[in-house]
């Protein structure tokens, strides 16, 4: 009998520690599709590794959490992502064609954490997607809107 109770909190653990791979943001993120193929301008961004500097909302910056820090890394192959939102990890597909650069989400673990670094977190992984165009200068990368409005900064890592 104790031996079946053992055998069955492994599962249980082992099911839930499974489950945290699932994308929480799936409902306002839209989606999770995996190109076939990459184009080639993807070789600008690609191997580059960022920090977050500037958030902006509603025309704003937003005041970041310094102990939960957001990065975003270009992998050197295939087109994807990965990075920290401050508490969890996310990973995805991007998208380059000219100055032209979009995420597609492909996993976000599903760490909880205190309030702040939780809005903040939700508030980042929103914006991505609304990420449209690029530039990229020196050390800094400026993530734009349909509108040409910078809504993220990051600073080379």
Same mark, same amino acid.
């Given at each position: 009998?104790?031996?079946?109770?053992?055998?069955?909190?492994?599962?249980v653990i082992c099911l839930l520690t499974l489950s945290a791979c699932a994308n929480p943001f799936s409902s306002f993120l839209g989606g999770s599709s995996i190109? =076939? =193929?990459?184009?080639?301008?993807?070789?600008?961004? =690609?191997?580059?590794?960022?920090?977050?500097?500037?958030?902006?909302?509603?025309?704003?910056?937003?005041?970041?959490?310094?102990?939960?820090?957001?990065?975003?890394?270009?992998?050197?192959?295939?087109?994807?992502?990965?990075?920290?939102?401050?508490?969890?990890?996310?990973?995805?597909?991007?998208?380059?064609?000219?100055?032209?650069?979009?995420?597609?989400?492909?996993?976000?673990?599903?760490?909880?954490?205190?309030?702040?670094?939780?809005?903040?977190?939700?508030?980042?992984?929103?914006?991505?997607?609304?990420?449209?165009?690029?530039?990229? =200068?020196?050390?800094?990368?400026?993530?734009?809107?349909?509108?040409?409005?910078?809504?993220?900064?990051?600073?080379?890592?």
């Open positions: 009998m104790r031996v079946r109770l053992v055998f069955l909190t492994v599962l190109a =076939s =193929s990459v184009p080639s301008s993807t070789a600008r961004l =690609s191997g580059s590794s960022w920090v977050l500097t500037q958030l902006h909302t509603d025309g704003k910056v937003q005041t970041l959490v310094p102990t939960a820090p957001i990065t975003l890394q270009f992998q050197q192959s295939y087109g994807t992502y990965i990075g920290s939102s401050g508490c969890n990890y996310y990973n995805g597909v991007y998208f380059v064609s000219g100055g032209r650069l979009t995420f597609t989400f492909k996993s976000v673990t599903q760490v909880a954490c205190v309030g702040p670094i939780m809005s903040q977190e939700v508030t980042y992984l929103n914006t991505m997607q609304h990420v449209r165009n690029y530039e990229l =200068s020196g050390h800094t990368l400026m993530l734009k809107d349909r509108n040409e409005e910078a809504i993220l900064v990051f600073t080379a890592a």
